[in-house]
């Protein structure tokens, strides 16, 4: 049993390409050894996130990461068990706007921050899928 | 009646110059003014494998040209052309279709006519070739090597435009063992095998290298870092990591890798190799066989560390170790049977260092070899004034018994101080023989062999296998210092402690349980049957000169049997 985050947020000040990267390597150099695995995506200043692993990792980690000051308005949209991963084998994937199809983002309807109305805890995971180039269920 | 003799001599002289320009080693050829081929030699024809007809005198050069199977070579064409009407030597270069290099000498005479020698340099410039190959190359794997790849990494900074670059710095483990144990043939033959297999894990792109014994590199000058990298990075940990043939063995080593990137980690060479290395000794901390991104504060982290090493090395050299030693009782008699010897470290500045802060350190450096046998010389020297009856139990770490000469430093230590070996207790982890167990059994028999008692430490922490209790006939089982501290409360703990004392009964081992802190703590090991006990509620670690006294002194008290528990029986030998 895995339990599965999924969160919106938006970049900090000043918080560019350099702090992703630093973000990124600082979870491939922890990642492995804790079991969590998941997928960051970087779009129009936000961070739109899934975390997941076992449930007391996914814990600490994710107190690590409300506590960060690389991001504000934090927003929790899903937190739950789950049996299967939906990244296994990413120490934590990276997507940002250059590497995402426009087309992608049209037939999703995206808007900046996914606003939570439109995208609830299903649709921003599978929002975070599709933009890694997984099952696309639109 | 000169003149035919003239015409005979000139004859004869005219044979003589076509012999001789039949005879060169080199291939000749003349054209007039009008560039028209007015003599040449076989050897040219040969040379730039021509077809006879154009060899006639009177062929136009252009003909001769368009039937030359190749062409001049780039760094020919590149020198500048010769004035017009100018006289003098040129050199040429031409590469033929079939692979052979020709030089060709034109020297260009004052009435416009032209002379040329060709030489076939075909194995010149594959000697060339194969000097510049040898300079730029390991001769064991055939990758580049250390000077080549950092020129590399440089032109690939320097072309860097916007794009991301992973520096992937290869270390593999347990390396020297193989290489010690199988010998340097064998270990370059387990080089060449390591470079086929990274060989197959990087793609068109990357530069694989050879940095130098057992250490690679790979440059991957590919966008989407750190995943590209790290993707890289677990193809090459997971091809090291199955094992490879050698000599009919199969031999498990594997690899450590330490990543740093650029821009993000610097924008030279010197650098961005530093960080990358750094990032490796981290992957090596962290337990080999992963591998690591380089992060700021790797630098101060290293920089402790290598403070710290010298530290240990200045306090082995100078004295500043001491040994504290804790009181071992017996259940039965009441009576102190052992102490155990415990490291102490009195740093001149920091005061006493906790042993859990520098012992992983003098672990990885190997330092606790040398320390490890200044313990067991001055444990036996200071257990010489206590009474005949008081063991010295001393801790030995698996780095000692890698290294291989903890035997001789046993021997040395009792014969230099005159302890009977019965009087020694060697505790160990279960990490001993799990590491390599017949190298582990080899020296734990030898031991026993002479009298030295087995004591086995930690029991019930770590994998607690009992293949391994069966292995050997260890004379003591330790029981964990974390069953007790919660025994009073936990029903569970209470049984795997009887558990464990019932084990060693039946195995025909002494059980001591560390740790004992209160007197309710006693009555429950007591109960459960353990033979003896160490702890705070005794005595806490105190110096040598003090054990005297102590040894005297102390007394456990006699516990009250309730009916039915077992016996308490201390099994080891009397």
Known sequence: MFERIAYVSRAAPGVGPREVFDIIRAAHNRNGALGLTGALVVLDGHFLQVLEGEPFRVDACFRRIAADRRHVALELRARRLCEQRLFPGEWMALRQQAQIEPGLLERWGYEAGLPAPRFDADRLEAFVQACCGLAETA | ?574
Not at chain 2, 315 to 330: I, K, N, T
Not at chain 2, 408 to 421: F, I, M, Y
Not at chain 2, 459 to 471: E, I, K, P, W
Request: hydrophobic letters at 40%; a negative charge.
């Open chain 2, 1 to 574: 009646m000169s003149e035919p003799t003239d015409i005979e001599t000139l004859r004869d002289q005219n044979a003589l110059l076509r012999e001789v320009v039949e005879r060169l080693p080199l291939g000749l050829s003349v054209f007039d003014a009008a560039d028209r081929l007015v003599l040449a030699n076989a050897r040219y024809g040969e040379i730039w494998s021509l077809p006879p007809q154009v060899l006639r005198p009177g062929t136009p050069f252009a003909e001769i040209i368009a039937v030359t199977p190749g062409q001049e070579t780039a760094a020919s064409r590149a020198q500048p052309p010769p004035r017009r009407g100018s006289v003098g030597t040129r050199r040429r270069e031409w590469r033929l279709d079939d692979g052979r290099h020709v030089e060709v000498q034109v020297s260009r005479r004052a009435d416009g006519s032209c002379v040329a020698l060709h030489e076939d340099i075909t194995a010149l410039r594959e000697a060339q070739a194969h000097v510049v190959h040898q300079a730029r190359h390991d001769a064991l794997t055939g990758l580049i090597n250390r000077p080549t790849f950092h020129a590399a990494l440089e032109q690939a900074l320097r072309e860097r435009d916007d794009g991301e670059l992973a520096l992937l710095f290869i270390d593999l483990d347990r390396f020297k063992p193989v290489n010690d144990a199988y010998g340097h043939a064998r270990g370059d033959e387990l080089l060449q095998h390591v470079a086929q297999r990274l060989r197959g894990c990087v793609r068109e792109g990357d530069v694989l290298a050879r940095l130098g014994g057992d250490e690679f590199a790979v440059l991957q000058p590919a966008a989407g870092q750190p995943e590209a990298a790290s993707a890289l990075s677990r193809r090459i940990t997971t091809a090291l990591r199955a094992p490879f043939e050698l000599q009919g063995q199969r031999v498990h080593i594997g690899c450590s890798i330490g990543v740093a990137v650029a821009p993000f980690d610097g924008d030279n060479a010197a650098s961005i190799l530093h960080r990358a290395d750094l990032a490796m000794f981290r992957a090596k901390t962290d337990g080999r066989g992963v591998h690591r991104f380089y992060e700021p504060g790797l630098e101060q982290t290293q920089r402790e560390r290598r403070d710290l090493e010298a530290e240990l090395r200045q306090a082995l050299a100078e004295g500043g170790f001491e040994l504290a030693y804790q009181p071992q009782l017996d259940l039965a008699s009441g009576a102190v049977t052992g102490v155990e010897a415990l490291l102490r470290w009195n740093h001149p500045v920091r005061g006493q260092v906790s042993p859990a802060e520098f012992l992983p350190l003098a672990e990885e450096t190997g330092l606790i070899v040398p320390i490890g046998r200044w313990v067991l010389a001055q444990a036996c020297r200071d257990a010489m004034a206590w009474p005949e009856a008081v063991r010295v139990a001393v801790n030995v770490s698996v780095v000692q018994f890698r290294h291989g000469q903890l035997m001789a430093d046993v021997w040395d230590a009792l014969a230099t101080s005159g302890l009977p070996p019965q009087r020694l207790e060697i505790e160990v982890t279960e990490s001993v023989m799990l590491e390599d167990p017949e190298q582990a059994l080899h020296t734990l028999r030898a031991l026993h062999g002479r009298g030295v008692r087995i004591a086995m430490d930690d029991f019930g922490t770590g994998y607690s296998s009992l293949s391994t209790l069966l292995s050997f006939p260890f004379s003591r089982l330790k029981i964990d210092r974390s069953f007790v501290g919660q025994a009073e409360q936990r029903a569970d703990l209470r049984a795997v402690i009887g558990a464990v004392a019932l084990l060693g009964r039946e195995l025909g081992m002494a059980t001591t349980v560390e740790g004992v802190e209160t007197p309710s703590q006693l009555q429950i090991v007591g109960q459960q049957g353990c033979g003896e006990v160490q702890g705070f509620l005794f005595s806490r670690p105190r110096p040598a000169a003090e054990m005297p006294a102590l040894i005297a002194g102390l007394r456990a008290p006699a516990l009250p049997r309730s009916p039915g528990e077992p016996p308490c029986s201390n099994a080891s030998p009397t």
